[in-house]
């Protein structure tokens, strides 16, 4: 293990902020990241798991404690069952299952970060999530001092949530199983509206594997949503907040602010209703490139916050606080944000 004093974080997070970990453990096999975890828990450490640093907003001042940095690799695939380790990175992950004419998580091409991060969020987009092809996840229990295997069903996967985000205190995954489709070279049905738009095709349809990944990471560089170092539109944490889920109540108090205006609305669970949290910021008078500091909503899209090379955290909340309660005062709904807050809180 590599193990360093004063370390910064703002290099290891896609948004290119925070301060410095006390001490940041760069882990590359599971045992060492079981020894790094065990270490910090019997020393009574803050612990800090890290992988991509795609999804996390680090405060100023850093992080009083151990960061352990997963930097497994392992990529296993046997028939089509698919095993990733933590460190893996996503989207060569994707990619790598495309080239093997497996489909399953082709519309999840090109989302920054690492495979342990996927279970956590039930990371989804255009219309897939890994909750469909998840099997199984290996995991460290801190709580019981041992290694562990959840099946999906153990998992508690909702919209953009787990069992894990549920608990972030307790485990620390390790591998990843999914179950993939050979479906003859064709990818799953597209669900999502864009993406059929885009490629002429009617909801429902199968397309080519490799054009359904070459055509979601043409729509997720469109929007700034594929990582370009040169790029400040994608010095971000992706989409800040998630779309809104609304109780029957909620949405009929929502629709009647809405006026003449109609607002995207999608059926979810328990006779709810899911809305556009992108809409409902450029309704809200955010639009694309909002802000003069050095924090602003991304010029490609509405749902991203930015860092233009010289922000601070502080400068992101402010900037998200603003939004949220933008939006709040048009619309009377509350914007939730999707990154793992560390040492900061909206």
């Known amino acids: 293990m590599l193990v360093l004093d004063n370390a910064p974080l703002a290099p290891l997070t896609t948004l290119r902020l925070g301060g410095p970990a006390r001490r940041l453990v760069t882990a590359r096999t599971d045992d060492e990241v079981v020894a790094a975890v065990r270490a910090a828990d019997a020393a009574g450490e803050p612990l800090l798991v890290l992988g991509g640093g795609s999804n996390l907003v680090i405060s100023d001042a850093g992080f009083d404690g151990t960061?352990?940095?997963?930097?497994?690799?392992?990529?296993?695939?046997?028939?089509?069952?698919?095993?990733?380790?933590?460190?893996?990175?996503?989207?060569?992950?994707?990619?790598?299952?495309v080239g093997a004419g497996l489909a399953g998580i082709e519309f999840l091409a090109g989302i920054p970060g690492s495979a342990g991060a996927t279970p956590v969020q039930n990371v989804g987009a255009y219309g897939q999530e890994v909750a469909e092809t998840i099997t199984e996840v290996v995991a460290y229990d801190?709580?019981?001092?041992?290694?562990?295997?959840?099946?999906?069903?153990?998992?508690?996967?909702?919209?953009?949530?787990?069992?894990?985000?549920?608990?972030?205190?307790?485990?620390?995954?390790?591998?990843?199983?999914f179950r993939l489709d050979d479906a003859a070279?064709?990818?799953?049905?597209?669900?999502?509206?864009?993406?059929?738009?885009?490629?002429?095709?009617?909801?429902?349809?199968?397309?080519?594997?490799?054009?359904?990944?070459?055509?979601?990471?043409?729509?997720?560089?469109?929007?700034?949503?594929?990582?370009?170092?040169?790029?400040?539109?994608?010095?971000?944490?992706?989409?800040?907040?998630?779309?809104p889920v609304l109780s029957a109540e909620q949405y009929a108090a929502f629709a009647a602010r809405l006026g003449d205006r109609t607002a995207p609305a999608f059926p979810a669970p328990d006779g709810c209703t899911k809305t556009s949290a992108a809409w409902l910021i450029d309704n809200a008078g955010f639009g694309k490139g909002y802000g003069s500091g050095p924090a602003t909503l991304s010029t490609k899209h509405t749902l991203a916050l930015t860092n233009r090379g010289a922000a601070t955290t502080e400068d992101l909340l402010t900037l998200a606080r603003e939004v949220r309660d933008g939006v709040r005062a048009a619309f009377g709904v509350e914007l939730v944000n999707e990154p793992v807050m560390v040492g900061v809180a909206l």
């Open 185 to 243: 070279g064709q990818s799953s049905p597209v669900r999502y509206a864009e993406v059929a738009r885009s490629m002429g095709v009617a909801s429902g349809d199968r397309v080519d594997l490799a054009k359904a990944h070459e055509q979601v990471l043409a729509l997720r560089a469109g929007k700034g949503m594929v990582l370009d170092a040169a790029d400040h539109d994608t010095w971000s944490a992706g989409s800040f907040f998630t779309n």
């Open 67 to 97: 960061v352990v940095r997963i930097a497994t690799r392992g990529f296993a695939l046997d028939g089509t069952d698919l095993e990733l380790a933590a460190g893996e990175v996503w989207s060569d992950a994707v990619a790598r299952t």
């Open 142 to 177: 801190r709580a019981a001092g041992e290694t562990v295997t959840l099946a999906n069903a153990d998992c508690a996967f909702s919209y953009r949530h787990s069992r894990f985000k549920a608990d972030p205190d307790r485990y620390v995954v390790l591998r990843v199983r």
